[in-house]
T-cell receptor
Framework: AQKVTQAQTEISVVEKEDVTLDCVYE???????LFWYKQPPSGELVFLIR??????QNEISGRYSWNFQKSTSSFNFTITASQVVDSAVYFC?????????FGKGTRLHILP | DSGVTQTPKHLITATGQRVTLRCSPR?????VYWYQQSLDQGLQFLIQ???????AKGNILERFSAQQFPDLHSELNLSSLELGDSALYFC??????????????FGPGTRLLVL
């Protein structure tokens, strides 16, 4: 069965530091999708990125970047020059056959 | 504002009761998704509807059901409520599906408390 592990339950960094959130997944499938979502303290969920299993190119969006490595079944998320507004819970998710499985989330505290 | 609306924002009810949560997707979005977030179970996908038809089913209990109406709004019905059903229920919408290069937008959620 598929599984998503976010081993870091909680991380605290000082503003402007870089931080990487780890996501490791387990699957025997060759075709699947991976996602990252953000849940700020206000509670709403925000979709950040989708990556399909055939696209191992890293992606950068402003201060956010994602490193997908199929060989290690990881889809890590890095925030560069973190800001207080980045404080949130971040969820990694696996998707295939119309089913989505979420990791437990990593709570990120950015300290001013 | 994501454009996805959910009502009510909060709901307090008793065990054994039935409630209906409502979701209006973004204008033009055909897919609606329901998720449950609880302390015990974390974030779970419940069900997806696409243009009125059930598209995918996740960890949805038999006591729960959903539908999507011709105007594309969706309702999630929770019956025979138990204490463990207390959770935040999110609705999300997208133009089509999760495998297409499009963004998924979430509503603010309905917080359900079962006493």
């Amino acid at each position: 069965a598929q599984k998503v592990t976010q081993a870091q339950t909680e991380i605290s960094v000082v503003e402007k530091e870089d931080v990487t959130l780890d996501c490791v997944y387990e699957t025997r499938d060759t075709t699947y999708y991976l996602f990252w979502y953000k849940q700020p303290p206000s509670g709403e969920l925000v979709f950040l990125i989708r990556r399909n299993s055939f696209d191992e190119q890293n992606e950068i969006s402003g201060r956010y970047s994602w490193n997908f490595q199929k060989s290690t079944s990881s889809f890590n998320f890095t925030i560069t020059a973190s800001q207080v507004v980045d404080s949130a819970v971040y969820f990694c998710a696996y998707y295939r056959d119309d089913k989505i499985i979420f990791g437990k989330g990593t709570r990120l505290h950015i300290l001013p | 504002d994501s454009g996805v609306t959910q009502t009510p924002k909060h709901l307090i009810t008793a065990t054994g009761q039935r409630v209906t949560l409502r979701c209006s997707p973004r204008s033009g979005d055909l897919s609606v998704y329901w998720y449950q977030q609880s302390l015990d179970q974390g974030l779970q996908f419940l069900i997806q509807y696409y243009n009125g038809e059930e598209r995918a089913k996740g960890n949805i209990l038999e006591r729960f059901s959903a539908q999507q109406f011709p105007d594309l709004h969706s309702e999630l019905n929770l019956s025979s409520l138990e204490l463990g059903d207390s959770a935040l229920y999110f609705c999300a919408s997208s133009a089509h599906g999760l495998t297409i290069q499009e963004t998924q937008y979430f509503g603010p959620g309905t917080r359900l408390l079962v006493l």
